[in-house]
């Protein structure tokens, strides 16, 4: 369509959830209108409102008022905040009334300035094509295989792909495979899909990056009953996508892959799959995506007499549904996000909670995190125009690239180690004064929970009552050293011992064993894990490892993320990039494509040099982002939207096709 032509339905793009006629939902129930958007963000209704009018004299008058992160409006007059409302509500019922064309979507120098503002910070022009990709709700979605040259169906029949897990990233590889017409089944080891989310389900299990974002860009929740949903909600969505897209039909559940095996010959993997009743199987494809996450298996801490423990023990992720903590003592060991899940939400029912810490995290309060979203919120977020894409985009700030600056390592910063730059120093001093607030002055608290380490160096955490419950008088936050554990409970290095009814292990997992337990073998033989070696994942992109041809890693080295970020925007980035990978092989006449040498150590060396200038390589601090060796294998160095523009322009020149 000519964008000066567009009406207000071809703004709403298909998010899978309502389909509703826009124009008919408007003007069916004005006063609906009205008082919902009472109840969502003005700062949010005002860009949508300078895009649908093209009256940029708004964004002068709104500028100062907007600053981050979160809830911008806030900080809105609120005349400023009526007269955005209301112009918004007669500019959509004028709209709906009169059909009549709506400005093209700004591109360029007009988007920027409405990004900056969106966010009160000035945003670089690298976001404007990515969020052009947002707002123009071009079907089909860029994101997705748009074929050049379809392929014919029996040669698309003939390349059938293995996909190995269901999970977030499983299921999203499902959906595009499928809208593309290449045939593929899933392995999951589970009985259901959701991958983390399913397994997990410890008291107090949710999300710390908001639903609104942390959601897939084409299958947007308008109905998060909170900005920050719990364990439930968020595996009841992935069974939504799941079956909203019918990919259920296309797994194999409670199934695991033992190995995958390549032959250069045919261009064949061989899937050797083990269900949960022992019997094998073989099953042939022409490519393998591995969807298996990294946070999967449990790490259970080497501490002497560990097995010796007489009461309950049991890790966050392998939660025992039946298990009753009230009146039990309780000791935790594991401060991290698990573990600040888990503290606060049990504290209130058990005799005696004792939390063993071995370093602190540092915690950062959110106005939105324990709060319902309103109706009218959720009216604005499924009927208003462009509003989804534009909140999304603030929250993609506030959660990812606009905390990026506050990664990077000043050389000419030096405060003893506290921080790394000016900016990290501010964080820092901000969540200093938050926790002394909520300690006081004075509380023998403040000392082992503040850590000495710079903010970023270990996930932030958002206060889930962390500090209230420390207070608590049935609650004990121990930072001595752990000696051994024995059948009462746990002895520490001074000698005293804690006794426990249940220990629970908040201790995280093996995360630097990608892949494994399954054998995979690529051209001639070559063994992943041996290239590898033992903690030491490497890939293009994150995802091709060379000599490894049609073979795929979701979520694999390097495309994490502990600064916040959305781990589903990583992962459609991937899988755009294995589309295009598929793309060239089914439309042409190669039969595989492999990363070149050069491409994935080009790679990694870039990836290197820019974590040795980024917080988790800061002197003395220990996370799980790196390997015995000290390289930083876990995580993403980039900004999403360099990630998002690299996985978006295939390199040709970086690919061998056979
Ligand atoms: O695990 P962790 P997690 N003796 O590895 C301690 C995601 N996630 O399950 O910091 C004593 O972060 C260890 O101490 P230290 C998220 O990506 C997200 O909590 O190493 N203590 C640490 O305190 C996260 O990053 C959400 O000194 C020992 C804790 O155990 C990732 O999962 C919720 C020990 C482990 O923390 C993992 O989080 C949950 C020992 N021997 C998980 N060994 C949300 O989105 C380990 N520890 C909210």
């Given at each position: 369509m000519f964008p000066g032509s567009?009406?207000?339905?071809?703004?709403?793009?298909?998010?899978?959830k309502s389909s509703a006629n826009l124009l008919d939902v408007l003007s069916a129930d004005p006063a609906k209108l009205r008082a919902s958007l009472e109840e969502a963000d003005a700062a949010t209704l005002m860009l949508v409102l300078v895009q649908i009018t093209g009256d940029r004299s708004l964004l002068a008058r709104a500028r100062p008022h907007i600053s981050g992160p979160m809830n911008y409006h806030e900080k809105m007059p609120v005349e400023l905040r009526s007269e955005i409302r209301m112009r918004l509500a007669d500019a959509l019922l004028d709209h709906a009334r009169t059909g009549k064309a709506l400005p093209p979507i700004p591109d360029g120098e007009d988007l920027r300035e409405m990004l900056s503002i969106a966010v009160g910070e000035d945003v670089s022009a690298d976001y404007v094509s990515m969020m052009r990709e947002d707002l123009e709700a071009i079907q089909p979605d860029p994101r997705g295989l748009n074929w050049r040259h379809e392929p014919a169906p029996e040669k698309l029949a003939a390349f059938p792909v293995v996909i190995i897990g269901a999970g977030m990233s499983g299921v999203c590889a499902g959906i595009r495979l499928k809208e593309a017409g290449i045939p593929f089944s899933i392995i999951e080891k589970n009985s259901a899909v959701g991958g983390s989310w399913y397994e997990n389900f410890y008291p107090g299990c949710g999300v710390d990056t908001p639903n609104h974002f942390y959601s897939y860009s084409f299958f947007l929740n308008h109905d998060w009953s909170h900005f920050f949903a719990k364990r439930d909600e968020l595996w009841s969505y992935f069974e939504d996508a799941t079956d909203r897209y019918a990919i259920r039909e296309h797994i194999q559940f409670e199934t695991e892959v033992v190995s995958a095996d390549y032959d250069d010959a045919s261009a064949t993997w061989t899937v050797t799959t083990r269900t949960s009743d022992g019997r094998t199987e073989q099953l042939s494809a022409k490519s393998v995506i591995s969807a298996?996450?990294?946070?999967?298996r449990p790490k259970l801490p080497d501490i002497p007499g560990r097995d010796t423990f007489a009461g309950v023990a049991l890790h966050t992720a392998q939660w025992d549904a039946g298990l009753d903590l009230s009146g039990k003592t309780v000791v935790m060991i594991g401060t991290g996000a698990s573990g600040q899940q888990v503290g606060p939400t049990i504290a209130p029912d058990v005799a005696q909670l004792t939390i063993l810490q071995r370093s602190p995290h540092w915690v950062v309060p959110n106005p939105n995190y324990f709060a319902e979203v309103s109706d009218g919120m959720k009216w604005a977020l499924a009927h208003i125009p462009s509003f989804a894409r534009w909140y999304r985009f603030q929250l993609f700030w506030a959660f990812a690239d606009g905390l990026h600056a506050s990664l990077q390592v000043d050389p000419t910063w030096d405060d003893g180690g506290k921080s790394i730059s000016q900016i990290n120093a501010r964080h820092r001093l901000y969540m200093e004064r938050y926790l002394r607030a909520k300690l006081g002055e004075d509380s023998p608290l403040i000392e082992k929970v503040t850590p000495s380490y710079p903010p970023y160096g270990k996930r932030i955490l958002i206060d889930n009552n962390w500090f209230d419950m420390l207070q608590r008088p049935n609650v004990e936050l121990v930072t001595d050293q752990i000696a051994k554990i024995v059948p009462e409970g746990v002895v520490m290095a001074d000698g005293r011992t804690i006794e426990a009814d249940v220990l629970i292990y908040a201790t995280g997992f093996q995360a630097s064993k990608m892949l494994a337990p399954m054998k995979i073998t690529g051209k001639q033989g070559r063994d992943l894990h041996q290239f590898w070696g033992p903690d030491d994942a490497t890939a293009y992109l994150g995802t091709m490892v060379p000599e490894f041809p049609n073979f795929f890693i979701l979520m694999g080295p390097n495309t994490g993320l502990a600064h916040g970020g959305n781990v589903i925007f990583i992962t459609e980035c991937q899988v755009r990039l294995i589309l295009a990978c598929l793309q060239e092989v089914l439309e042409g006449d190669a039969k595989a494509i492999d990363v070149r040498h050069k491409a994935h150590d080009d790679y990694v060396a870039e990836v290197d040099a820019l974590h040795a200038n980024m917080v988790w390589t800061h002197k003395g601090l220990t996370n799980w982002y790196r390997n015995d060796a000290g390289?930083?294998?876990?995580?993403?160095?980039?900004r999403l939207v360099d990630y998002w523009k690299m996985t978006k322009d295939f390199r040709r020149e970086d690919f061998l096709l056979s």
């Open positions: 567009m009406g207000l339905d071809a703004l709403k793009r298909d998010d899978g298996v996450g990294v946070l999967n390289r930083v294998f876990a995580l993403l160095p980039y």
